[in-house]
């Protein structure tokens, strides 16, 4: 196996993913181009942090943005659809739930055990689902978001939430009547077990968010935001990680030189990019590269071909380190839960590498999906 087989694969998780949308923005060549019928596209890394931190010229609320699908959803105040003062109040409120403290506990009480099960049978020599143990843990996760005991965490849970994205396409920027009718059913599930977790005690999560401050809507609507943005994306990363390491012959280096493991974790959400489009809406007239906007305009940033075009998966020399984390974002929409989805990476990972003679032994990529990622990926010991 080579770059060039992990290249390779990458292209068809895509390509299964969005089978139009991939080659056609793909074959878009120069920095910036307009696309009738969709929006104007950036593809340069610098011009596309430049727009993330101009939130007096682009918002996340607008024609074609983010608050055109989830507004709806989830109402106007959550993280996903939010700007300005009141948008920066609700970050320090949840400033202290990303805490490294915290973060690791709730992976670790979450996630423990299942990562150990996970490591043992790698070592056995057991076949593992790597898609179907990240689906497990996804649901737990979710669980403890939203406060569910953890008896009922099962693969239903996320099929549930993952419903939610899977309606959403770049060519469509708002849902149907009858697939928001859908989403807010299975919100408003998840939000009644978060209502009583949030009067509750503060070993759940919502009852950490009463404690620090948010009031019950604040705390309902964050919940919300990390269950649709964070587990899916996790989902789609940690086994295309993984592939991607076993493809490259990366496994058994990182195993046997550690101070590698940081760089091919950045360089892999570098090459993966797992939400390879953000969108904003103009506000006020700007100039993207050589591209006039106005107001009312959709902007798509190409997160996946920017962070692309440096170059192949490289943790040796590290290309990722030059981009800030921007498959993250920038400025003040930079993800707040990086952290939690990094000591979740981080902990599977370290799973993995005990046994680092990894094979894949079968891998299918999903179809029609907004995430792209593995439907499954079938792992055994060498």
Known sequence: MSLTDARRWEQRVMRAAHPIAFPLLSAMRGPVRRIPGLGVLVKDAALLRATLMDTEGFTKNGPGAPSDLWTPVLGPSVLLNMEGA??????????????????????????????????????????????????????????????????????????????????????????????????????????????????????????????????????????????????????????????????????????????????????????????????RSVVAPRTIGRVAVRPGERILLGTYWANRALGEFDPATNPAAQLKQLWFGAGTHYCLGAPLAMAQIRLTLDALLETPTLRVVSRRPSRGVLIPSYASLHLERS
Request: charged share 25%.
């Open 86 to 279: 009141e948008h920066g109040a609700l970050r320090r409120k949840l400033g202290p739930l990303f805490a490294p403290a915290f973060v690791d506990a709730l992976v670790a009480s979450s996630l423990g055990e299942a990562t150990r099960e996970l490591a043992d049978a790698l070592a056995r020599g057991d076949g593992v689902d790597l898609v179907a143990h990240s689906r497990r843990s996804a649901s737990a996760v979710i669980a403890k978001l939203v406060g569910l005991d953890a008896s009922v965490v099962d693969d239903e849970l996320f099929a549930r939430v993952s419903r939610v994205t899977g309606f959403v396409t770049l060519a469509r920027p708002r849902l149907t009547p009858p697939q928001l009718a859908v989403a807010r059913g299975i919100l408003a599930e998840l939000g009644e077990h978060a209502k009583r977790a949030y009067a509750g005690d503060e070993s759940t999560v919502p009852g950490r968010m009463r404690a620090l401050g948010l009031d019950e809507r604040e705390a309902l609507g964050a919940v919300a935001a990390f269950v649709l943005t964070g587990t899916e994306t996790i989902v789609s990363y940690v086994p295309r990680l993984a592939a991607i390491l076993i493809d490259s012959g990366w496994l058994p280096r990182l195993a046997a030189s550690p101070e590698y493991v940081d760089a091919a974790v950045a360089e892999g959400l570098r090459v993966t990019t797992p939400s390879p489009m953000m969108l």
